[in-house]
Nanobody
Framework: QVQLVESGGGLVQAGGSQRLSCVIS????????MGWFRQAPGKEREFVAA????????VYAEFVKGRFTISRDNAKNTVYLQMNSLKPEDTAVYYC????????????????????WGQGTQVTVSS
């Protein structure tokens, strides 16, 4: 049974940094391309960043380019989201998601490409 568990959320001041982690268990982490999504109160869940099985093919939403970095360490079965220069509008529940699709890269920013989801971790950025 595949499980994704996020951690690292919390309260941070605007301009600050935070690193989220997502631990993959139940299968070899390199079986999955991974993504981060977020959902702010009253809004739909949106794509943040994604990464291929071996750390390649990264892609970012425009609103996080230059501020967020996605990475992974398959030896630790962990995917990271380093968030810098945080803004109040980054406040949201952040979810990691995993895809075993071989065609993941064709729709890697879409939720439907990901079959496995974590429970989410809250990030709150104060002004």
């Amino acid at each position: 049974q595949v499980q994704l568990v996020e951690s690292g959320g919390g309260l941070v001041q605007a301009g600050g940094s935070q690193r989220l982690s997502c631990v993959i268990s139940g299968r070899t982490s390199s079986d999955f391309a991974m993504g981060w999504f977020r959902q702010a109160p009253g809004k739909e869940r949106e794509f943040v960043a994604a990464i291929g099985r071996y750390g390649d093919m990264t892609v970012y939403a425009e609103f996080v380019k230059g501020r967020f970095t996605i990475s992974r360490d398959n030896a630790k079965n962990t995917v990271y989201l380093q968030m810098n220069s945080l803004k109040p509008e980054d406040t949201a529940v952040y979810y990691c998601a995993g895809s075993s699709l071989r065609t993941w890269y064709l729709r890697r920013t879409k939720e439907e490409s990901y079959a496995y989801w974590g429970q989410g971790t809250q990030v709150t950025v104060s002004s």
